[in-house]
C-alpha cells in the first residue's frame, strides 16, 4: 500500500537522525555511576549488618520488562523507518533488514543494553540504601523539624490548605494516579530515550542523569531521615477517601515495620523515606533534559505540568513536605549536572556532528565512506 502524498511529505520532511557512534565516555558512564552506588550499597549493608536483597524483583522482573518495551520499540523504529523510506505502510522483509543493519549496529546494541543495565542496577543498590537508614540512624527522625519549618513559612500546614482548597473525592483520586504514574514514567520514558534519540549520546546522557538520582537520593535520606506527614501526622490525612497511594501507604507501612522487627528475615525491606523527593527530582530531570535534547514543544509543556502536579500530589497525600520537593528540584539539577561531565554530552545539529571528527570513538569496523552512517 502505497502512503498518501501527505504522509510522504510529512516523512521526506523530517529532520535527520545522527546515526553517530557513541563515545566510550558516554557508554561508560552508566557503568561508572552503577558501580559507586552498588560499592555504597554493599558497604551500607555490611555495616547495618544484613544482606544486599532485590526488593520487588528490580534487577530480574523489572529489567526483563523494560528489555521486552525496548525491543518492541526497537521492531516498531525498524517498521516505521522501513515504511518511511519506502513510502509505503507494509514495507518490503528487505527494507527493514536495510534499516535494522544501518540503525542497530552493534555498538548501538552494546550501549543500550550497558545504559540499561546500569540504570537498574543503580536502582537497586538505591532501594538497598533506602531500606537500611533507619537501621544506620535509629531512632534519628526530622518530620517534627521539617513541619515546623513549613509552618512558619507557610502560616500553616500545606497539605490542609491544599485539602481546603481542592477539596476531597475525585481530586484525590487524580492526585493518587499522578503520583503512581511516576512508576510507570521512568522506565517508560528510559526505554524511548534509548531507543528513538536522534543522538543516541543524548539518550545515553538523560539515561545517565535518572541514573544519578539515586544515589543523591539516597545520600539525602541519610542526611536527613523523615518519615512524611502522613506517617508522622495520620490525623491530618484522615479525612481522604482510600486510593491507589493510600493502599500503598499502608502497604509501605506494615513493610517497614516487619522490617524493623527483624531486618534479617528473608525478602526483608522497607521504602519510607521523605526527604528528598526522589519522584520531584526524576520528573524534573526529564522536564529539564528535554529542553537539552531539543525535544518537541508540547512534550516539554507536558513534562512541566505533570512535574506540577506530581508537586500538589506529593504534600495533598502526605508523601513529602515541601521543602522535600525543593529538596528533590536541586537533586534533579545536581544529576542533570554530573550526567553532562560524565558523559560529556552538548546538543549539537546533524550538520555540525556529522563534520566533527571521530576522535575518542568506539570502533566501528562496519562505518561507510560518510563517517558514523545511517
Known amino acids: 500500500m502505497v502512503l498518501p502524498s501527505c504522509y510522504r511529505s510529512v516523512a521526506i520532511s523530517v529532520e535527520p537522525d545522527i546515526f553517530e557512534v557513541p563515545r ?9 555511576v552503577a558501580a559507586v552506588t552498588l560499592s555504597a550499597a554493599l558497604l551500607a549493608t555490611q555495616s547495618a549488618g544484613v544482606p544486599l536483597r532485590d526488593p520487588d524483583g528490580v534487577a530480574g522482573r523489572r529489567l526483563m520488562w523494560v528489555v521486552l518495551l525496548v525491543v518492541v520499540l526497537v521492531a516498531l523504529d525498524v517498521v516505521v523507518r522501513a515504511g ?3 513510502a ?5 522483509r528487505a527494507a527493514m533488514q536495510s534499516v535494522r543493519r544501518e540503525r542497530w549496529r552493534w555498538y548501538r546494541g552494546v550501549a543500550v543494553a550497558s545504559a540499561l543495565v546500569s540504570f537498574y542496577v543503580s536502582y537497586l543498590a538505591y532501594r538497598n540504601l533506602k531500606s537500611v537508614v533507619p537501621l544506620l540512624r535509629p531512632g534519628e527522625l526530622f518530620d517534627r523539624q521539617l513541619a515546623e519549618f513549613e509552618r512558619g513559612l507557610f502560616g500553616g500546614d500545606p497539605a490542609a490548605l491544599l485539602h481546603s482548597l481542592l477539596g476531597v473525592g475525585l481530586q484525590t483520586q487524580f492526585l493518587s ?18 531507543v528513538f534519540s536522534r ?18 537520593g539516597a545520600a539525602s535520606y541519610l542526611l536527613v531521615p523523615a518519615l512524611g506527614p502522613v506517617y508522622a501526622t495520620p490525623a491530618s490525612f484522615a479525612d481522604l477517601p482510600a486510593s491507589g497511594a493510600s493502599s500503598l501507604q499502608n502497604l509501605l507501612l506494615d513493610q517497614r515495620l516487619n522490617f524493623l522487627a527483624d531486618p534479617v ?3 526483608a525491606a522497607q521504602s519510607i523515606a521523605a526527604f528528598a523527593s526522589v519522584h520531584v527530582s526524576m520528573i524534573f530531570t526529564a522536564a529539564v533534559a528535554a529542553h537539552l535534547l531539543g525535544l518537541a514543544r508540547q512534550l516539554r509543556i507536558g513534562l512541566w505540568v505533570l512535574l506540577a502536579l506530581t508537586i500538589a500530589a506529593t ?10 520537593d525543593v529538596a528533590g528540584i536541586f537533586i534533579g539539577l545536581l544529576a542533570l549536572a554530573l550526567a553532562r561531565v560524565l558523559t560529556g ?10 563534520a566533527e571528527g571521530q576522535a575518542d570513538v568506539m570502533p566501528a569496523p562496519e562505518q561507510s565512506a560518510v563517517g558514523a552512517g545511517v
Open 24 to 32: 566510550w565516555r558516554s557508554v561508560l558512564a552508566g557503568p561508572v
Open 84 to 86: 518511511r523510506r519506502t
Open 88 to 92: 509505503t505502510l507494509t514495507p518490503s
Open 177 to 194: 494516579v499522578v503520583y503512581v504514574l511516576y512508576l510507570f514514567f521512568v522506565p517508560v520514558s528510559l526505554a524511548l530515550a534509548m
Open 199 to 216: 543522538d543516541l549520546r543524548g539518550g545515553l546522557f538523560y539515561a545517565t542523569a535518572l541514573s544519578m538520582n539515586w544515589p543523591l
Open 265 to 267: 528475615a528473608s525478602g
Open 315 to 324: 504534600i495533598y497525600l502526605g508523601w513529602h513536605y515541601v521543602v522535600d
Open 345 to 354: 554530552y552538548r546538543r549539537r545539529s546533524p550538520r555540525t556532528a556529522h
